[in-house]
């Protein structure tokens, strides 16, 4: 199926690692030109477009902060200045500083200050990047946007409150933009991996839990940033056109 994502422009925020890293190489070998966005390691974010350019594919790396909307606003700044449009946003960073992921916390125990930066990190950013790309997908009357949420905003996830109810509230922001923007052309929809082996999963995880959830899923196995992107790609591309306001579990049916 072609994409039609040629000449298109992107931008994955966290593209330098894990599943944003695996969403960008798969939007340029469809075509599509990539804006790479990296919090700090400029040197990931190098790598992932030195692939892109040795592949024929055109990328640039571009700083961005999702606790510093100025730095969000500047970074979609230098993509329009760059290529003048912008097409495709997979909302994917997460701001882990502060979060603790693991290990899991019973409700009664849940301090404000563990549940507090989850609601910042999951909402506040992919808030503020979202806004900021809207002038310009509006211009254009097309724009697709694609966030990067968990299956636990949908299902629940029992000793993990606030990681679920942030990325439950990242979900009113996708129903809402997508009756909101519709009318302009603009598709939002989300994409909710299952665990997904990415180097962050593999440091805070331990590895008798990711064998647990690995034997709970029913492909028995965690999943890999690649098999999660090419859902990622198909929404956000112009083949898309019916598609909007979804929650899409790639979970391997967990
Ligand atoms: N992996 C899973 O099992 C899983 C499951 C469900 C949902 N998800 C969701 O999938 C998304 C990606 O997860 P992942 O495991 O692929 O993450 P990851 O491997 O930890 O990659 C994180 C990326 O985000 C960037 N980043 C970190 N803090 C940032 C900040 N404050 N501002 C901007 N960028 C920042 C990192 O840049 P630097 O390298 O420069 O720090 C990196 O490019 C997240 O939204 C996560 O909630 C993942």
Redesign the pocket.
Known sequence: MDLHLAARVALV????????RAAALLLAREGARVAV?????VD?AAAVVAEIADAGGEAFAVP????DHESIRAAVASVLDRWGRLDVLVS??????GLTLWPPTAFEELAASTWQPFLRANVD?PYAVAQAVVPAMRAQGFGRMVM???TSGLDGQPFAAALATAKAALHGLVRTLTKELGPAGILVNAVL????L????AAVLPADARTTRASASPIRRLLD?AEVVPAIAFLASPTNTGVTGELLRVSGGL
């Open positions: 925020t966290g593209g330098s690692r894990g599943i944003g966005s990296y919090r700090s390691d990931r961005l902060n999702l606790a994917n960073a997460l701001d882990t500083a950013g990067v949420s968990g991996p299952g665990t997904t990415t180097e962050h999963i940033p």
